[in-house]
């Protein structure tokens, strides 16, 4: 079928398996590090991160996919370590989790520097690494998406294009104009996936819709940030709200445009995290909430096994040149698919 | 986990550790060691090669040593590149004393963990989360980001933007003010578009004034408004602080700032003025002026001369003013911290 960049290198798309699509091994905003009020033991952050990893594979979990962007706590040897102590496959991202977590030296850097810091890091490698990045992050910054988030969305666009890789989203909000910057770049939304469509306070089954029935996929990738647990962070949202707001859009007939995802910590970075969440949420409780409500064996299978594969399998590199795309003289192509 | 208390003011902290204020010799208060914008460090373009930055910083460190320079304080604060072990085995192996500096600062420097936190709204921090921050560098040690805390920071700094001060550059100015009366250490500060007003928010958090630098008072639009008057007469220290800069980056030049310190003399105003070059010893991922850590004792100190400032005058700026204002002022416990030490959240 193709193949997928890991942080142990390339592998078929086939052995992907069970697959998290939006996790993080360490999150953190870019300074945490320096307030010693989060630091941890290191032994005891491989320990606990470990456990978790080891329980995934319990599970018949197979890839993790980090979605740690740059400056956020992104560490590769350490990934590295992972994947080879758990046999996890820990698939890394370049890009930026949002604009308002790029560091400064990257805040004022042209469209072409960044397709280009990002293709650097798809094709030869992250942090003087070899281990190439499988996915490009990019994500809508608090206030909106800023003139900044959109360099950068442009910038991964022109990057997927010319490598394969695809996209992966951090909030779902603005999706007309996020939508315009790909597609004026010649990439397919099937591409894209627009991630945390899932968040409470950003539900909109209407959008659901828009970016599915245009071909991209819709995450509920924050399963298990349930108002109903200890010290939730503001983006959690009740349990049964999630369930059903996925069912629905399930009932749409979009089962192959779903993602589904924890964007849980193994050990979270630069905030305390949700204390007990994991990815295994996934298969703990959101999955027997799936199952008690009715949903076929089968439909597991498509979410965690064939949409992950898809999605993930890098395209052909599109070689060709977008000379459209460097102004805004609306003669865009638009791309169905 | 090491503690030990100081016995008495007239020290500075230096990364070596606590030394007499008399044995700083000849100090320049505002360069720069090692300054990496934050993120250049994961820019596949910059090469952050260790062994180099170390004969770079080496190499100048040694040139400012044999013209006869003893100290140089690194202002950048803590998220600019600083590297304090790199620091301790520079001091260690130029014999020059080095004292690093916590703070942050200006707006564009800082990152999401300080301006949009994962709370709901993303308030910025406030002063007094700041000077925790701050506080905690002096007492406790410098960190290295998630292994240890090392030797203290002898200074906190901050840096406003230069068109006005913005929101959260106050909270950082007032949070180094809480700082240099928690700590007694000195506040250094990089005014924006009003030095003394800028001054006067800071002294209103109940710091003294002879307790605080206003660095940049040699740019254009200070000097023309005489700010640089104002602010000693207030009692603070005017940083004149980018000798070796010229008009067209926005500063006078030297004939100009040697007579402008003449004048402050001549006002009595000598014993609150403060002279450095602004170098960056070495940049990753920006632009910085071209210039040596032994500029201001090979070209500048001969044009003060000319100027008309004397020798006696002269030891003053470079010795006796820095070595007052550096010396902490207040006795306070210093403690260490490990990554394996620090408590688990
Ligand atoms: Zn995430």
Redesign the pocket.
Do not use: Q, T
């Given at each position: 079928m193709g193949k997928v960049n890991t942080v142990l290198g390339p592998i078929a798309s086939e052995d992907l398996g069970i697959t998290a699509m939006?996790e993080?091994i360490g999150?953190g905003l870019p300074g945490c590090d320096l307030d010693t009020q989060w630091w941890k033991k290191p032994e005891e952050a491989f320990d606990v991160t470990i456990q978790k990893l080891r329980r995934f594979r319990e599970h018949d979990g197979k890839t993790f996919v980090d979605?740690t962007g740059i400056g956020n706590g992104r560490d590769i040897e350490y990934f590295q370590v992972l994947s080879r102590r758990t046999g996890v496959n820990i698939v890394a991202v370049t890009g930026f989790?949002a604009g308002d977590s790029a560091l400064p030296y990257f805040r004022n850097k042209t469209v072409e520097y960044l397709t280009n810091l990002f293709i650097h890091e798809i094709t030869v490698g992250i942090d003087g690494t070899s281990a190439k990045a499988g996915a490009v992050k990019v994500g809508v910054s608090r206030e909106g998406l800023s003139e900044l988030d959109q360099r950068i969305y442009r910038a991964a666009a022109r990057a997927a294009v010319k490598t394969g890789v695809p996209i992966i989203t951090?909030l779902s909000t603005e999706p007309e104009l996020a939508i315009d910057i790909f597609e004026s770049e010649g990439l397919p939304l099937n591409r894209v996936l627009m991630g945390h469509a899932d968040v409470g306070q950003d539900a909109d089954e209407e959008r659901d819709k828009m970016i599915a029935s245009r071909g991209g996929y819709v995450g509920f990738d924050t399963i298990g940030y349930d108002k109903e647990m200890e010290n939730a962070p503001y983006w959690s949202r009740p349990r049964q709200d999630r369930v059903k707001h996925f069912l629905s859009f399930l009932e749409k007939g979009f089962l192959e445009r779903a993602v589904i995802s924890a964007?849980a910590n193994c050990c979270a970075l630069g905030w305390p995290g949700l204390k007990g969440h994991s990815v295994n949420y996934l298969f703990e409780e959101f999955i027997p909430d799936l199952r008690k409500a009715g949903v076929a064996e089968d439909v597991f299978e498509q979410l965690l096994v064939r949409t992950p594969a898809n999605f993930l399998t890098m395209q052909e590199p599109s070689l060709k040149a977008n000379p459209l795309s460097n102004n805004d003289i609306g003669c865009v192509p638009i791309i169905k698919s | 986990m090491v503690e030990h208390v100081e016995h008495r003011s007239g020290l500075v902290r230096t990364v070596l550790g606590l030394v007499p204020a008399q044995e700083l010799g000849v100090v320049l208060i505002h360069e720069s060691l090692l300054s990496v914008m934050p993120g250049a460090e994961y820019a596949p373009e910059i090469d952050m090669d260790k062994s180099k930055i170390f004969d770079i910083l080496h190499r100048k460190l040694t040139g400012f040593r044999r013209s006869g320079g003893n100290t140089i304080v690194d202002h950048r604060g803590m998220f600019h590149g600083r590297d304090v072990k790199l620091y301790e085995t520079l001091s260690k192996t130029t014999g020059v004393h080095i004292i690093a500096s916590t703070g942050l600062g200006p707006e564009r420097m800082l990152s999401g963990y300080f301006t949009t936190p994962q709370t709901h709204p993303p308030t910025p921090w406030p002063a007094e989360q700041f000077a925790g921050l701050f506080i905690k560098e002096v007492m406790e040690g410098i960190v290295v980001p998630r292994v240890e805390r090392s030797g203290p920071a002898g200074i906190v700094t901050s840096i406003a933007t230069q068109s006005g001060i913005v929101q959260i550059e106050e909270n950082l100015f007032r949070g180094c003010a809480q700082t240099g009366m928690a700590t007694g250490v000195p506040v250094s500060l990089q005014y924006g578009a009003n030095a003394l007003k800028d001054l006067e928010m800071v002294l209103s958090e109940g710091i003294e004034p002879h307790r605080v630098i206003i660095g940049g008072l040699d740019r254009l639009d200070a000097v023309k408004r005489k700010e640089a008057f104002a602010v000693a007469e207030r009692g603070a220290y005017v940083a004149l602080d980018h000798v070796g800069w010229s008009t067209r980056e926005g500063y006078i030049d030297d004939r100009e700032r040697a007579r402008l310190i003449a004048e402050l003399f001549e006002k009595g105003l000598g014993e609150r003025v403060l002279i450095s070059t602004n170098a960056v010893g070495c940049a990753k991922g920006h632009e910085t002026k071209d210039i040596d850590f032994n500029y201001l004792l090979v070209q500048f100190v001969p044009i003060l001369l000319q100027a008309g400032v004397l020798n006696e005058e002269i030891r003053i700026l470079l010795e006796e003013n820095p070595q007052r204002v550096l010396a902490v002022d207040a006795p306070a416990t210093v403690k260490r911290e490990t990554a394996a030490g620090s408590k688990q959240k």
């Open positions: 939006h993080h999150f979605c989790v951090h964007d | -």
